[in-house]
């Protein structure tokens, strides 16, 4: 078991190589999604909130 | 053309991108864990790249999205030009920065590839250059659109200027056909089979289709954000829970 998740994540050598490009995407998704979202819920609490 | 500009008015927009949100939330996840399963453990290795080839998975919809949003800025530049539509401006703006950020990470990614694959993490080649080429036309439109002082007037200029780098997509698609280049051809092809075998193509198309997804979430939440909070009057806000 163990020797197939190192296996998996040893990726045939190429391991450097293909997990620094999954990161990168994934960062990248991660930031364009979470940066406009927490943006939207920011001012949609602040409309919500009655001004006293 | 009056539905498309009825999208204009904040509440609706906000209505129709909150019922969509979370379905297209929903189909994301589900494209895009079949995809990531179905490329990283259940596709077999390649037969001469091992399991240097997985990057596909990553590198194909950030090449596609790259090129993809680009002809969508084009046909909203069609649309904010002739038709004079706001809407069009507004997908035209906020796509530019998501395609600019596909197009750097299909370089990267393609980078990423190229070392092992090749012997080297750039060259000259007609494909890597024409798309190198993209990045610089997204920045420039960028540069524009935050430099430009008079808002109606730049965003017709800015509509022309995605125009005319219109030019670079054909270039950038039939590079590998019209030079002698390191890049392999076409993967998928809409005319004929795809060079690709099953077990590897579905996890690639279901990439694809979440990335698609996800460029539409994106463009809904910055849109949303920009006729809501910034261009709208909105007591109707506060009665949303």
Redesign the interface.
């Given at each position: 078991m163990i020797d197939a998740i190192l296996r998996?994540f040893y990726?045939?050598?190429?391991a450097w190589?293909?997990w620094?490009?999954?990161t990168?995407?994934f960062a990248?998704?991660l930031m364009?999604?979470f940066l406009?979202?927490r943006?939207?819920q920011k001012?949609?609490r602040e409309?919500?909130q009655p001004k006293s | 053309m009056w539905f498309i500009n009825s999208l204009l008015s904040p509440k609706k927009f906000f209505g129709l991108s909150s019922k969509l949100i979370p379905w297209l939330t929903a189909l994301f996840i589900l494209s895009f864990a079949y995809g990531i399963i179905g490329g990283l453990i259940l596709a077999p290795a390649d037969y001469q790249q091992g399991d240097g080839f997985r990057i596909i998975y990553v590198h194909a919809p950030c090449a596609f999205l790259s090129l993809f949003i680009y002809a969508v800025m084009a046909i909203a530049a069609i649309a904010g030009i002739v038709w004079r539509l706001k809407l069009a401006f507004l997908v035209m703006r906020h796509s530019t920065t998501v395609g600019a950020g596909f197009t750097l990470l299909a370089l990267i990614t393609g980078s990423l590839w190229g070392k092992p694959m090749w012997g080297t993490w750039w060259l000259w080649d007609a494909r890597l250059t024409s798309e190198l080429i993209l990045l610089f036309l997204y920045i420039g439109i960028i540069l524009f659109q935050s430099a430009v002082a008079q808002k109606r007037q730049g965003e017709r200029i800015t509509a022309i200027l995605v125009l005319i780098g219109f030019i670079d997509i054909p270039i950038i698609h039939y590079s590998v056909y019209w030079w002698n280049t390191l890049h392999q051809g076409a993967t998928l092809k809409v005319f004929a089979p795809s060079a690709i075998e099953s077990s590897m193509l579905y996890p690639l198309l279901a990439m694809i289709a979440a990335f698609l997804i996800y460029y539409v979430i994106v463009l809904f939440l910055r849109m949303s954000y920009e006729l809501t909070a910034l261009q709208a009057n909105h007591h109707w806000l506060k009665e949303q829970k």
């Open positions: 998996f990726m045939g050598g190429y190589y293909v620094s490009a999954y990168c995407v990248f998704l364009q999604w406009p979202w943006r939207w001012y949609l409309q919500q | -």
